[in-house]
Antibody
Framework: EVQLVESGGGLVQPGRSMKLSCAASGFTFNNYDMAWVCQAPKKGLEWVATISYDGSSTYYRDSVKGRFTISRDNAKSTLYLQMDSLRSEDTATYYC????????????WGQGVMVTVSS | DIQMTQSPTSLAASVGESVTITCLASEDIYGSLVWYQQKPGKSPQLLIYGATILEDGIPSRFSGSGSDTQYSLKINSLQPEDFASYYCQNGLSTPFTFGSGTKLEIK
């Protein structure tokens, strides 16, 4: 059974940093691209970033470029999102998601972790 | 960026009825259209990818159609568990953009 379990969320002050983790199990982690998708309270879904199966390529939405870094440790089957210079508009639930092969869809999602940026 | 315009924003229907949700892409996405269902407090669930391909385990009352820039999700014979929010997504290229969502409520 595929499982994605996020951790690391919470309350953080504007301008500070936070690192999210996503522990994957039930599939061969290093065969899949992985992504982070967020959802602000009562709002819709927004793709944040994607990393290729081997970590060689990364992609970001414009609003997080230069502030967020997606990475992975295939030996630990773990995905990360380092979030720096956080802003109030980054407040959201962050989901780790497995990206389907060849096409840009997300076939498995974690339960999500809440990040609140507030003073 | 490819913009995804989803309609309607909300929809009320009764159990047993059929409904259709539409999604318009700002440019041709060559069939790379994805649909998700999300229930309150839960993670999104993949329903359909490649515009028409039903994900394993999804009931056949869900179907997707469309091409180029226009796509739709049809749900036949609504069941109580289908009342949720639905999102379309551009799966062609990054940034992977989502529609604003359709909330399907019980009439």
């Amino acid at each position: 059974e595929v499982q994605l379990v996020e951790s690391g969320g919470g309350l953080v002050q504007p301008g500070r940093s936070m690192k999210l983790s996503c522990a994957a199990s039930g599939f061969t982690f290093n065969n899949y691209d992985m992504a982070w998708v967020c959802q602000a309270p009562k709002k819709g879904l927004e793709w944040v970033a994607t990393i290729s199966y081997d970590g060689s390529s990364t992609y970001y939405r414009d609003s997080v470029k230069g502030r967020f870094t997606i990475s992975r440790d295939n030996a630990k089957s773990t995905l990360y999102l380092q979030m720096d210079s956080l802003r109030s508009e980054d407040t959201a639930t962050y989901y780790c998601a497995r990206q389907g092969p060849q096409l840009g869809y997300f076939d498995y999602w974690g339960q999500g972790v809440m990040v609140t940026v507030s003073s | 960026d490819i913009q995804m315009t989803q309609s309607p924003t909300s929809l009320a229907a009764s159990v047993g009825e059929s409904v259709t949700i539409t999604c318009l892409a700002s440019e041709d996405i060559y069939g790379s259209l994805v649909w998700y269902q999300q229930k309150p407090g839960k993670s999104p669930q993949l329903l359909i990818y490649g515009a028409t391909i039903l994900e394993d385990g999804i009931p056949s009352r869900f179907s997707g159609s469309g091409s180029d820039t226009q796509y739709s999700l049809k749900i036949n014979s609504l069941q109580p568990e289908d009342f949720a929010s639905y999102y379309c997504q551009n799966g062609l290229s990054t940034p992977f953009t989502f529609g604003s969502g359709t909330k399907l409520e019980i009439k």
